[in-house]
């Protein structure tokens, strides 16, 4: 834009050439059109600026607690970097944990419950049991049957045999005999004395032993010590002392007296059997 | 067969030989075996077993159940074999304590219906020692396989006595081994 000449003011000679008199600055295209609108817009934004500032608000003494909780928070942080530093757990430690855990309650409750018994002597004997255990099963190992052998055809022999034999009770069996009628009445003349001697003799037995029972609640009255001595009076066997012997002795839980010999259990043994 | 069948069709008259046939084919081999061990000789068990099958034919109607029927018919077994071998020492003039069973070791020996290697042989040697209860306890639960519970309802003995009897054996089948190496 060419301006007009402001500064030809009364100085004569000192001109500068109308070639400077050029504004040699720019402006972007269409930049005084856009211009207003622009300046409009950033004036409304100014405004809602200041709206949004004024709606937002803090608890009290907020700005005077927050220096204090960025510190203590920036210790925390601190020391959870710090803490792997010094302390370490065993690999595979936590995925075991639960398991662990889980077992060790187990065996608290188990050991809650009541002891495990086992029999009086049980491990005294358990050794010796063990090894003749042992022996049996290489035993077993050399020889698993008797040996014996039977002839050929036996067993349908055996069972022909006590099939006849059974026949042949069933004949006698089967037998029939006829009765005599006068015998007949003479037979029941015969049980009905025999009824009546067995009433009579029923009777004096259940008496006897009515005397017994009371005899017997007056033995129990008597000491021990006074009965041995009296049957020891009255017969000379050694069986009263050993009895007496074995009283005198220990007993275990069974009540087998620990004085009695291997031989004598297995005498006894034998007896029962 | 099944024994509650067996011993219903037993009671009943018409169905009894049958019946019996049935015991006779399911029990009388197990019966042998028991009776051979304990008497060795095959014609003695072949007559302990025909007494016991007689003696079944005459008491199974009297069977009450309150047992099994085998341990019922391993009962009368057992029985015939204490009896017989009682009888054996008698006519031998042997005291009835008396455990040695030499007249069975000459049985043995003499090998009739026997083909056991050396091993059996000694076994069955060894068995003889014992007393003839003790046997019957060792046979019974090392070559029958019986439970000890089972035993006690044959023998009418507590379990207990049975594995001491049963230890005690075995003790001196061990020591008869030791000593006849």
Known sequence: MKEDNTYYDERDGFNLPGSLRINPFDVPKDYFEKLPSS?????RLQQLCAVEKTSFSVPESYFSQLTDNIKSQVKLEQHTQDAPKTWNTPQGYF????????????????????ELEVPTGY???????????????????????DGFETPSGYAAQLTGKILSQTADEKREKTKVVKLNFRKWVQYVAAACVATVL???????????????????????SIPEEEIINYLSALNDSHDILDIMDC???????DGVCTHVKENDIEDYLNYML | MED??????????????????YLLEKYQQKIYWHVRRMVINHDDADDVVQDVFIKVWRNLEKFREDSQLYTWLYRIATNECITFLNRKKQKQNLSLDDDSSAYLAETLAEGSYFNGDQAQMKLQKALLTLPDKQRLVF???????????????????????????????????????????
């Open chain 2, 139 to 181: 046979n019974m639960k090392y070559f029958e396989d019986l439970k000890y519970d089972e035993i006690s309802e044959v023998l009418g003995t507590s379990v207990g006595a049975l594995k001491a009897s049963y230890h005690l054996a075995v003790k001196k089948i061990e020591q008869f081994f030791a000593s006849h190496d």
């Open chain 1, 123 to 145: 491990f005294d004997s358990l050794s010796e049991r063990i090894q003749t255990r042992v022996f049996t099963d290489k035993l077993k190992q050399q020889v698993s049957t």
């Open chain 1, 95 to 114: 995925e075991g944990l639960s398991q662990n855990i889980q077992a060790q309650i187990r065996i608290d409750k188990a050991s809650n419950t009541e």
């Open chain 1, 198 to 220: 067995g009433i009579v003799s029923y009777n004096t037995i259940v008496e006897r032993t009515s005397q017994a029972n009371s005899a017997e609640s007056h033995l129990a």
């Open chain 2, 4 to 21: 509650a069948l067996i011993i219903s069709k037993f009671a009943d008259e018409n169905t009894r030989e049958e019946a019996f046939g």
């Open chain 1, 39 to 43: 300046i409009l817009l950033q004036a």
């Open chain 1, 247 to 253: 009283i005198n002795h220990s007993h275990d839980s």
